[in-house]
């Protein structure tokens, strides 16, 4: 157990802070003519899907960030899907690009990802955006990846020479962020399904990421005291990847689900359109 009670990561406040700053840029922006646009697709009718698409609608208009929504039914294929993404690809008024993942099965989700072109492709999911990622120079990173990045320079928690332990390696977030992480100079440990003595890993982590997908599956018993926790999970029922109660006990400092990576990817997506907005004006 840590002596003192760990700092809470509040993402809401992290958002915000963000969020402020965005506002005065749509309005300048807008006084010159244009409206960042963010085009939403969502295809199919998973209902989570549906509300993470409604979520972002609606954060963009709180900003004055328009957004376009683009519904496309569960039987899509990959190329319909593909010409869909290309006319937005075309729309100058579109600055950025969202296709909400997962689609259905039998669609090649690689291939429509890669159909983004890369100055809208403001949720980092294309090859060429992780490439970029990877030497440091993205113009877009993946936007739960930069938004745990974001976290740590809004608390000031320095990342050089710390030990950074990331469970999940997934191409939007586990592996990412594990890269953001090396390019700010901590020693990385990426682990993942097949990994073996995890808890022990973890235990040497001074800043622990979990990805996992697996609620409250990292243990408090696992975490060195005063490790820096980063719990990018959303499990059903609002519940994270880690195990809160315990992690909690000995976390240095700790992001809640929900109010904590959430928000901040949420607000990254928006400051990345806006992003890609100004661009149009140089
Ligand atoms: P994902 O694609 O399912 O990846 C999960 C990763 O966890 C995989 O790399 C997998 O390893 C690893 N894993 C699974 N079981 C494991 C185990 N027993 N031990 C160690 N590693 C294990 O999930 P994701 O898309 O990265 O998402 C991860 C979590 O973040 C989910 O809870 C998701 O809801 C959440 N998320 C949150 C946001 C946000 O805005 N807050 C955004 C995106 C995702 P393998 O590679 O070996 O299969």
């Known amino acids: 157990m840590s002596l003192n009670k760990p700092v809470i990561l509040d993402g809401t406040q992290v958002a915000d802070s963000i969020k402020k700053e965005l506002k005065i840029r749509v309005e300048r922006l807008r006084e010159q003519g244009v409206t960042p646009c963010l085009a939403t697709i969502l295809v ?12 972002k609608g609606n954060a ?8 376009k929504r683009v519904v496309l039914g569960a039987s899509t294929t990959t190329e319909e899907l593909i ?12 600055h950025g690009i969202l296709l909400q993942h997962p689609v259905p099965h039998h669609i090649d989700e690689r291939a429509a990802f890669e159909a983004i072109s890369i100055e809208k492709d403001v949720d980092g999911v294309t090859m060429l955006g992780f490439a970029q990622n990877a030497f440091g120079q993205a113009a877009y990173p993946s936007c739960t990846p930069a938004a745990i990045i974001a976290i740590l320079d809004y608390y000031d928690i320095p990342v050089e020479g710390k030990h950074a332990v990331v469970v999940g390696r997934s191409p939007i977030l586990g592996k990412p962020v594990s890269l953001m992480l090396l390019n700010r100079n901590a020693t990385v440990t990426t682990c993942h399904s097949k990994t073996r003595n995890l808890d022990q890993l973890v235990a040497q982590g001074d800043i622990v990421v979990a990805a996992v997908g697996k609620p409250n599956f990292i243990q408090g018993e696992w975490i060195k005291p005063g490790a820096i926790i980063l719990d990018a999970g959303y499990n059903e029922g609002n519940v994270g990847d880690c195990d809160y109660e315990t992690c909690y006990e000995k976390a240095g400092a700790i992001t809640p689900v929900p109010g904590g990576v959430g928000p901040v990817t949420i607000a990254t997506l928006l400051k990345q359109t806006v992003d890609s907005a100004e661009k149009t004006l140089k």
């Open 60 to 67: 963009c208009k709180k900003l004055g960030i328009e957004s």
């Open 44 to 55: 199919g009718d998973d209902p989570a899907s549906a509300t993470y698409v409604r979520m």
């Open 83 to 94: 010409a869909a993404i290309q006319e937005l690809n075309d729309d100058p008024a579109v």
